[in-house]
């Protein structure tokens, strides 16, 4: 029988609990600025298994590990001179690079799934960082909800999806982002945007100065997490760029951008951004779709969202969630 989970709001003897669970091999959620991670020893194969065991994930689908900075990261992968600009703009934030994974490296193969390469993260969250350094080892931490559903960016969010099959959360508050992180591969010569986020490809395009690869889907064999075509779903099937209600389906609620989306008909509105906000938008993202799979309703229909800035990332997500379900 697993264990009664423990949450507890952030305090200093929290911290210490949550970093002291981690050593032990237990798993602990905890928030970043983008959303809460379930985390674990990275070097600690059966920490790591019981990850994929709480999430219910693909054994093939690596993990992001998380540090407190760029010197801690680069004792695991390898870092050339783009790792290093992208890192020095971007860094602490909500930018993933995979690199090269150094050959003296501790961090398990199953955190890798076996590949040569390693995805790391150092998150701008004051807690977070705090828990990295705390708990004195690399933290894989992908997002603390059951795979492929929507994304935790509040406590309640992950004590929902994933309960007792976990040790602790420590409780932070919302995220502030509220998108994952943008995930950049500079494996090769080419700079491959693997999964886009909070950190656009025009704003990679600025540092390094050439321009940004855009990924295909990939269910076999992800170099990162987030590239399976389906995830992020909810309970009630979603439908994209909708400007009507689809009367076939019966009612719906339409999760609204803009100040010209057209919102008649639908059975409830839930407001991403009213001003037509990107930013705002992205932070509200799976909040709202937590809201909307809540609701008594037949589906879940989006209004169109312009594919710029953070509008990549935010399509990215919502046309996987409304990707046919294996």
């Keep these: 029988?697993?264990?009664?989970?423990?949450?507890?709001?952030y305090s200093?003897?929290?911290?210490?609990?949550?970093?002291?669970?981690?050593?032990?091999?237990?798993?602990?959620?905890?928030?970043?600025?983008?959303?809460?991670?379930?985390?674990?020893?990275?070097?600690?194969?059966?920490?790591?298994?019981?990850?994929?065991a709480a999430k219910q994930r693909p054994s093939f689908n690596p993990l992001i590990s998380h540090f407190p900075d760029r010197d801690a990261a680069a004792r695991h992968a390898v870092f050339d001179d783009r790792a290093n600009k992208?890192?020095?703009a971007f860094w602490p934030g909500a930018l993933s690079l995979v690199l090269p994974k150094r050959e003296d490296s501790t961090i398990c193969e199953l955190t890798t799934a076996g590949l040569p390469s390693i995805a790391v993260r150092v998150p701008a969250h004051d807690m977070a960082r705090a828990l990295l350094r705390a708990a004195d080892r690399p933290i894989a931490a992908p997002s603390a909800n059951r795979s492929g559903r929507i994304s935790p960016t509040t406590a309640g969010h992950v004590a929902a999806s994933l309960g007792n099959a976990?040790?602790?959360?420590?409780?932070?508050?919302?995220?502030?982002?509220?998108?994952?992180?943008?995930?950049?591969?500079?494996?090769?010569?080419?700079?491959?945007?693997?999964?886009?986020?909070?950190?656009?490809?025009?704003?990679?395009?600025?540092?390094?100065?050439?321009?940004?690869?855009?990924?295909e889907t990939d269910d076999n064999a992800p170099k990162s997490p987030g590239m399976m075509s389906s995830h992020y779903a909810p309970g009630l099937?979603?439908?994209?760029?909708?400007?009507?209600?689809?009367?076939?389906?019966?009612?719906?609620?339409?999760?609204?951008?803009?100040p010209d989306c057209a919102t008649r008909g639908f059975?409830?509105?839930?407001?991403?951004?009213?001003?037509?906000d990107d930013r705002e938008a992205?932070?509200?993202?799976?909040?709202?779709?937590?809201?909307?799979?809540?609701?008594r309703v037949k589906g879940i229909?989006?209004?169109?969202?312009?594919?710029?800035?953070?509008?990549?990332?935010?399509?990215?997500?919502?046309?996987?969630?409304?990707?046919?379900?294996?």
């Excluded at 002291?20 to 959303?35: D, H, I, M, N, S």
């Excluded at 169109?304 to 919502?318: C, H, W």
Aim: hydrophobic share 45%; charged share 20%.
């Design 282 to 295: 992205a932070a509200n993202l799976f909040a709202v779709l937590h809201q909307a799979d809540q609701c």
């Design 166 to 215: 976990i040790s602790m959360i420590l409780d932070g508050g919302p995220c502030g982002v509220g998108l994952e992180s943008t995930v950049v591969d500079l494996t090769t010569d080419r700079v491959v945007m693997l999964r886009p986020g909070g950190v656009t490809p025009e704003q990679i395009r600025d540092v390094l100065g050439v321009d940004v690869v855009m990924a």
């Design 1 to 9: 029988m697993s264990p009664a989970l423990t949450i507890r709001v």
């Design 267 to 276: 059975a409830q509105v839930l407001w991403l951004s009213k001003s037509g």
């Design 12 to 52: 200093e003897g929290a911290l210490a609990q949550a970093a002291g669970k981690l050593r032990a091999g237990e798993l602990v959620a905890f928030p970043t600025e983008t959303v809460y991670g379930l985390g674990a020893d990275a070097t600690n194969k059966d920490a790591v298994a019981g990850i994929f």
């Design 237 to 258: 099937p979603v439908r994209l760029n909708a400007t009507t209600p689809d009367n076939t389906i019966g009612d719906e609620v339409l999760l609204a951008f803009g």
């Design 86 to 88: 992208l890192a020095a």
């Design 301 to 326: 229909a989006i209004c169109p969202i312009p594919d710029t800035g953070l509008g990549i990332a935010i399509n990215d997500r919502m046309k996987r969630a409304a990707a046919p379900r294996g």
